[in-house]
T-cell receptor
């Protein structure tokens, strides 16, 4: 079974600054995908970024990038130039070949003006 | 346009009274998931379907059942809701055939048990 751990229950950042959210996972599988999802208050969960375990290059989507360290089983999310609309719960998630999508406990991010 | 639709958005049910939550999708995805999310916690997978193949998580209580009559619809039945079942229930879908495919979520149904 997979486990996903997010060690930061809450974080805050000033608008326009950079913040990094941590995620670690545990699995015995060799091929999998990792995702970061965003859940704004009272709104549905949406995908932020994804990373394939076989790719060494870190994924980037505009202001969002990841630092994927496979050996350490670490998958952190960096948000650059934080905006007020980035305020949300962020969930790290793991997907295996069996279609199971497992989430971490989440990090509540508050962007302050 | 909404692609994963959950009805109702809010559901109040009495302790022990069966309740059904529904989910529909316009994406024609093979895989549909039901998650339970309690306040400020991770969504917990209850079960998922790969087409008609039902996959139950080992720790999902027997009180929770699911039906998928066709590709578009999936139902979550709670046979005898207890106070501990009050939560947000999330439905999600994804294409099979690649782990990279993202899951699309509905807005959730918030269940209150009184």
């Amino acid at each position: 079974a997979q486990t996903v751990t997010q060690s930061q229950p809450e974080m805050s950042v000033q608008e326009a600054e950079t913040v990094t959210l941590s995620c670690t996972y545990d699995t015995s599988e060799s091929n999998y995908y990792l995702f970061w999802y965003k859940q704004p208050p009272s709104r549905q969960m949406i995908l932020v970024i994804r990373q394939e375990a076989y790719k060494q290059q870190n994924a980037t989507e505009n202001r969002f990038s990841v630092n994927f360290q496979k050996a350490a089983k670490s998958f952190s999310l960096k948000i650059s130039d934080s905006q007020l609309g980035d305020t949300a719960m962020y969930f790290c998630a793991f997907r295996n070949a069996g279609n199971m999508l497992t989430f971490g406990g989440g990090t509540r991010l508050m962007v302050k003006p | 346009d909404a692609m994963v639709i959950q009805n109702p958005r809010y559901q109040v049910t009495q302790f022990g009274k069966p309740v059904t939550l529904s989910c529909s999708q316009t994406l024609n995805h093979n895989v549909m998931y039901w998650y339970q999310q309690k306040s400020s916690q991770a969504p917990k997978l209850l079960f998922h379907y790969y087409d008609k193949d039902f996959n139950n998580e080992a720790d999902t209580p027997d009180n929770f059942q699911s039906r998928r009559p066709n590709t578009s619809f999936c139902f979550l039945d709670i046979r005898s809701p207890g106070l501990g079942d009050a939560a947000m229930y999330l439905c999600a879908t994804s294409r099979a055939g690649g782990m990279n495919t993202e899951a699309f979520f509905g807005q959730g149904t918030r269940l209150t048990v009184v």
